[in-house]
């Protein structure tokens, strides 16, 4: 069981020491009994072959105007030896099956960006959540779990989030960021629209996300769950 990062892990929760003894064998488990991950390792073992993306939250100015964007935020901080640079990362993460989450991590001093990605990466883990997938399309109507099987909204501070079922070969038809996270969580075809203030990716992010919790707390009949063959999960 496990990969060289858990190898020497000692667990301190229980949920992790259960893990390590073969008593929860697998993340499906830890859901349904909707038990909190406190350490990562616990998701490197039950869900290993995890990707991540960054989402470029940085900007500097590009050399022929406008805004270059790029992965981690630098923000300056007037101390007494001087000005202190803080770095922020914000990655998605998933097994293209199933599971998803997103994670930010700030740090300071030599090798901040580094270990900001790190940190973002570990929380993205902590964050993962079941995917539920299916095919909600009237075009489509083939009862596979390449979209989702209905309409969702999500929030998060002034952003709002729509996602729609999109028929095979649509593609996603969202933004580049959005799109790493659904292709994190393994949808192949939706329609999405944002509405609210854009630019800011974090709650662009946490609002697509909160959709996705949303969408997990939907009461959904098994006659409807059989029709747009949905799945929740599936590692
Ligand atoms: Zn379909």
Request: aromatic fraction near 6%; charged fraction near 30%.
């Amino acid at each position: 069981m496990g990969n060289e990062q858990t190898k020497d892990w000692v667990p301190q929760t229980k949920l992790g020491k259960d893990v390590v003894d073969g008593k929860v064998g697998s993340i499906e488990e830890i859901f349904k009994e909707g038990k909190k991950i406190m350490e990562p390792e616990i998701v490197d073992i039950l869900l290993p072959g995890l990707d991540h993306e960054l989402i470029l939250i940085g900007g500097s100015p590009g050399k022929g105007g406008g805004i270059r964007r790029t992965p981690a935020k630098r923000t300056a901080k007037m101390h007494k030896s001087g000005r202190k640079y803080k770095m922020t990362a914000f990655a998605v993460i998933g097994n293209k099956n199933g599971y998803a989450g997103f994670g930010k991590g700030q740090a300071t001093g030599s090798g901040a960006f580094r270990t900001a990605i790190q940190k973002s990466i570990k929380n993205s883990k902590l964050n993962i959540i079941p995917i539920r997938r299916g095919c909600g399309s009237w075009e489509c109507e083939c009862a596979s779990p390449h979209s989702i099987p209905m309409e969702i909204e999500g929030k998060s501070g002034s952003v709002r989030f729509k996602l729609k079922p999109a028929p095979r070969g649509a593609g996603l038809v969202v933004s580049d960021e959005v799109k790493k996270f659904l292709e994190l969580a393994g949808i192949k075809d939706c329609w999405g629209k944002t509405f609210g203030e854009t630019r800011t990716r974090v709650n662009l992010i946490k609002a697509v996300y909160n959709a996705f919790q949303n969408l997990n707390r939907i009461k959904m009949k098994e006659k409807f769950k059989e029709k747009t063959g949905t799945k929740i999960g599936e590692a």
